[in-house]
């Protein structure tokens, strides 16, 4: 009776009702969001909102959050909104949350690299994965704060030495990444963007991102030297907004929309949704570096299976090979920050 009424949608994963209204049965589900009154806590905040998949939206930040709580929380959806300031507050922020989205951080300025982060986000992100381990070991981590190369090895660490590590349990958000390459793919091919699939794999920075153009679909008869283009401003594309915004930060709306996406394609694994594929920064045997970006399914534990690469062109084996030296070495000095500090 109530399978007729409701019906899942493959555009927003949610459980509606004929009527538009989230359903009953969506399963009470608790997303945390920290660093939820920057740049991208605030509009992430509010997408989360919207999600019917979410039942209790708990928003932290180290101040803010009271005021974005307040604000979020008069929005007619579904979702019982909660915010916490402080230290003394991130255990209740935590505490049986099924997904936690991590924003928290420092932004890039023009001229800096992601890595150029990493002396203030390691130490954000060490002692956030910390409190995860305490409060709330079983949820699914999405690690948004940067270095991702670096601050995903960091959490691992951080799990391991607290005993609760399970590795289908922690992704690096690179969703950005993905539907940047749909963007300016669709722009180049003249297709419809809404069609666009394109995988992107490898890491979260310069020459560590890897679209896939090749597998690109819609097919397009694009040549070298626009894929070649294509690849570059993909690769380039969170300088592309941090030049733009000139001091005022790095990309927070594209990136609040692309982390509402990831988050809502793990709820939808944890509800048992089949067939749910996104790209992300995992540990991983695809290659032979310990943590990757690749296609996911995701499932009821997480990961349920990482996908390998698929058919590569000339130009992507090439990019393969020339990105593992730099990533090695970011995982690497993530591991080794965990371990020494
Ligand atoms: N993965 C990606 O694709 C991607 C995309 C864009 C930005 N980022 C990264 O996301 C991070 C945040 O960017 P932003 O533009 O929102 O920055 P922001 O400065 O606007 O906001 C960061 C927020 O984190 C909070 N914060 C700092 N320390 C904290 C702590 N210990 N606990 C909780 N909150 C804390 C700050 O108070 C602030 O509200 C940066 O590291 C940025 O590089 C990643
Ligand atoms: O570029 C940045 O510093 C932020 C983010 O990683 C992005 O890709 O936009």
Redesign the pocket.
């Given at each position: 009776m109530l399978r007729s009424i409701v019906r899942r949608t493959s555009t927003t994963g949610a459980y509606l009702t004929r009527r538009g209204f989230a359903s009953e049965s969506a399963p009470d589900r608790k997303v945390a969001i920290?660093?939820?009154?920057?740049?991208?806590?605030?509009p992430?905040s509010l997408l989360m909102k919207l999600n019917p998949l979410v039942s209790q939206l708990s928003l932290?930040?180290?101040?803010?959050t009271p005021g974005v709580a307040a604000d979020v929380s008069h929005i007619n959806t579904r979702s019982q909104v909660s915010g916490f300031a402080g230290?003394e507050q991130?255990g209740q922020a935590l505490e049986g949350a099924d997904v936690v989205i991590?924003?928290?951080?420092?932004?890039?300025k023009p001229g800096m690299t992601?890595d150029d982060?990493f002396n203030?986000?390691a130490?954000?992100v060490k002692?956030?994965c910390t409190a995860i381990a305490k409060y709330c070991p079983h949820a699914l981590v999405n690690?948004?704060?940067?270095?991702?190369n670096s601050?995903v090895p960091i959490a691992a660490e951080v799990f391991k030495k607290a005993g609760t590590y399970d590795e289908k349990r922690l992704f690096?958000?690179?969703?950005?990444?993905v539907v940047r390459a749909k963007t300016f793919y669709a722009g180049k091919a003249k297709v419809n963007v809404a069609d666009v699939i394109v995988p992107v794999v490898g890491g979260?920075a310069g020459i560590t991102i890897l679209p896939l153009f090749s597998q690109a679909t819609p097919k397009a008869n694009l040549g070298d030297e626009e894929i070649e283009a294509l690849t570059k401003r993909t690769q380039d594309g969170?300088t592309e907004?941090v030049e733009a915004k000139a001091g005022k930060?790095?990309?927070?709306l594209?990136?609040a929309y692309?982390?509402a996406i990831f988050a809502d394609a793990c709820l939808k694994g944890l509800n048992g949704v089949p067939d749910v594929v996104e790209c992300s920064f995992v540990q991983s045997t695809v290659t032979d570096l310990p943590f990757f970006a690749s296609k996911v399914r995701l499932g009821k534990n997480g990961v349920e299976e990482v996908l390998g690469l698929g058919p590569l062109s000339d130009f992507e084996k090439q990019g393969l090979e020339a990105l593992k030296p730099e990533l090695k070495s970011s995982i690497e000095k993530g591991i080794k920050f965990a371990n020494d500090n």
């Amino acid at each position: 009776m109530l399978r007729s009424i409701v019906r899942r949608t493959s555009t927003t994963g949610a459980y509606l009702t004929r009527r538009g209204f989230a359903s009953e049965s969506a399963p009470d589900r608790k997303v945390a969001i920290l660093g939820a009154a920057g740049g991208i806590g605030q509009p992430l905040s509010l997408l989360m909102k919207l999600n019917p998949l979410v039942s209790q939206l708990s928003l932290y930040d180290i101040a803010g959050t009271p005021g974005v709580a307040a604000d979020v929380s008069h929005i007619n959806t579904r979702s019982q909104v909660s915010g916490f300031a402080g230290d003394e507050q991130l255990g209740q922020a935590l505490e049986g949350a099924d997904v936690v989205i991590i924003p928290a951080g420092v932004p890039r300025k023009p001229g800096m690299t992601r890595d150029d982060l990493f002396n203030i986000n390691a130490g954000i992100v060490k002692s956030l994965c910390t409190a995860i381990a305490k409060y709330c070991p079983h949820a699914l981590v999405n690690m948004i704060s940067n270095p991702v190369n670096s601050t995903v090895p960091i959490a691992a660490e951080v799990f391991k030495k607290a005993g609760t590590y399970d590795e289908k349990r922690l992704f690096g958000v690179t969703t950005l990444d993905v539907v940047r390459a749909k963007t300016f793919y669709a722009g180049k091919a003249k297709v419809n963007v809404a069609d666009v699939i394109v995988p992107v794999v490898g890491g979260h920075a310069g020459i560590t991102i890897l679209p896939l153009f090749s597998q690109a679909t819609p097919k397009a008869n694009l040549g070298d030297e626009e894929i070649e283009a294509l690849t570059k401003r993909t690769q380039d594309g969170g300088t592309e907004v941090v030049e733009a915004k000139a001091g005022k930060g790095s990309a927070t709306l594209s990136m609040a929309y692309a982390g509402a996406i990831f988050a809502d394609a793990c709820l939808k694994g944890l509800n048992g949704v089949p067939d749910v594929v996104e790209c992300s920064f995992v540990q991983s045997t695809v290659t032979d570096l310990p943590f990757f970006a690749s296609k996911v399914r995701l499932g009821k534990n997480g990961v349920e299976e990482v996908l390998g690469l698929g058919p590569l062109s000339d130009f992507e084996k090439q990019g393969l090979e020339a990105l593992k030296p730099e990533l090695k070495s970011s995982i690497e000095k993530g591991i080794k920050f965990a371990n020494d500090n």
